[in-house]
């Protein structure tokens, strides 16, 4: 995951590809989901979110 410096951020990752892990998603049909490596993730939000 890399920072703009835009307020966005560009993930790069494995497509999920398997049917019934993208059927629990509510996302809209034209797109997908990626699997970001533990390793790569930096918490970028408000902490008072979590919990």
Do not use: K
Request: no cysteine; glycine share 12%; proline share 6%.
């Amino acid at each position: 995951m890399t920072d703009t410096g835009r307020g966005t951020f560009t993930l790069s990752g494995t497509p999920v590809s398997d049917v019934e892990t993208l059927e629990q998603m509510d996302i809209y049909p034209d797109e997908t989901a990626i699997e970001v490596p533990r390793t790569e993730r930096v918490f970028y939000g408000n902490a008072a979110g979590r919990g």
